[in-house]
């Protein structure tokens, strides 16, 4: 999987290419049927797929109070797209300059010049240039000058409609799931484990701490079932997640992500990057009225995830 950060670092000689084009956070259902369709016309006529990404999301460059929490960094991403079918990613950097591109300047400088299109696939309601004037008619349009096909895919999952935005509804509230169903995968955040308080460990129930952002979605405070996974290692573990700033313990003010891994107290994480994936809501995030209260919740939490991911 290349990635190309710039329309400058797309090799001079590359093409005839078949291109799909979106924000792609998330890489969803709905994303992978664009780039399935694209790999399948790729292959028929021997191209090379790219996905076309934005980075950052247009709307924290246009309307940034209004911009999305993100679902996946880039690198998330290309990954993900290389997954389903993509043999490159062009991480374009997008700023106030390029969202003052008119769609045909889109065309000419992004498919024609840089990637030398035969095909374009996006998702159906897909819209581009200044002012969102593009859509997949300007597309065709634009391709019978420039000598590429366009095509529009319908982001359907039966009667709900695929997309990010539908992703974020549900892990706000706490639905991991339904996002889960609409991602094809389970929903997860990823980040280098850091020494917290080590309040865990004290009560029987070590866990690995990863931290959050405001810019990036994760599911409500609770306690959730779920995997941890060794990005260095691709080790995949089963365990309980708690979301939140543990309001038992005054003082707590950061909100983290902390993974216990069932069964084991012997596991050394510090610095590790890991892949926490969340799977089941088990309960939201509540206040004891003592340490024997909680570490009794603890277990009761512990033997419901355990039930649930064996």
């Given at each position: 999987m290349q990635i190309w950060r710039s329309l400058d670092e797309v090799p001079a000689g590359l093409g005839p290419t078949a291109v799909v084009i979106g924000n792609f956070d998330g890489v969803h259902l709905g994303?992978?049927?664009?780039?399935?369709?694209?790999?399948?016309?790729?292959?028929?006529?021997?191209?090379?797929?790219?996905?076309?990404?934005?980075?950052?999301?247009?709307?924290?460059?246009?309307?940034p109070e209004h911009a999305p929490t993100t679902l996946t960094s880039v690198d998330e991403r290309a990954a993900l797209l290389g997954d389903c079918g993509a043999d490159a990613v062009l991480a374009m950097p997008f700023d106030r300059g390029v969202a003052a591109w008119t769609p045909e300047e889109f065309v000419e400088r992004v498919l024609v010049d840089a990637l030398?299109?035969?095909?374009?696939?996006?998702?159906?309601?897909?819209?581009?240039?200044?002012?969102?004037?593009?859509?997949?008619?300007?597309?065709?349009?634009?391709?019978?000058?420039?000598?590429?096909e366009a095509e529009g895919i319908a982001l359907d999952g039966g009667p709900q409609v695929w997309s990010s935005t539908y992703v974020r509804m549900s892990l706000a509230a706490g639905d991991v799931a339904g996002a889960a169903e609409a991602l094809g995968r389970p929903y997860s955040v990823r980040g280098k484990v850091v020494r917290g308080d080590q309040r865990g460990r004290e009560l029987g129930y070590p866990t690995a701490n990863v931290p959050t952002t405001d810019l990036t979605a994760v599911p409500?405070?609770?306690?959730?079932?779920?995997?941890?996974?060794?990005?260095?290692?691709?080790?995949?573990?089963?365990?309980?997640?708690?979301?939140?700033?543990?309001?038992?313990?005054?003082?707590?003010?950061e909100r983290r992500v902390e993974s216990y891994v069932l069964d084991r107290t012997d596991l050394e994480l510090y610095g590790v990057e890991v892949e926490v994936s969340f799977v089941e809501r088990l309960r939201g995030m509540v206040a004891f009225s003592s340490v024997e209260e909680l570490i009794e919740q603890m277990k009761d939490d512990v033997d419901r995830a355990r039930e649930l991911l064996t």
């Open positions: 994303h992978r049927h664009v780039v399935s369709r694209a790999r399948e016309v790729a292959d028929a006529r021997g191209l090379i797929v790219v996905a076309v990404t934005f980075d950052p999301h247009p709307m924290a460059v246009l309307r030398h299109a035969a095909v374009v696939v996006v998702g159906a309601n897909f819209r581009f240039g200044n002012k969102a004037a593009g859509d997949v008619a300007t597309l065709r349009e634009t391709g019978a000058r420039f000598g590429f409500p405070d609770g306690v959730y079932a779920g995997w941890l996974r060794r990005v260095d290692t691709g080790e995949r573990l089963p365990a309980a997640i708690s979301v939140g700033t543990n309001p038992t313990f005054h003082g707590v003010r």
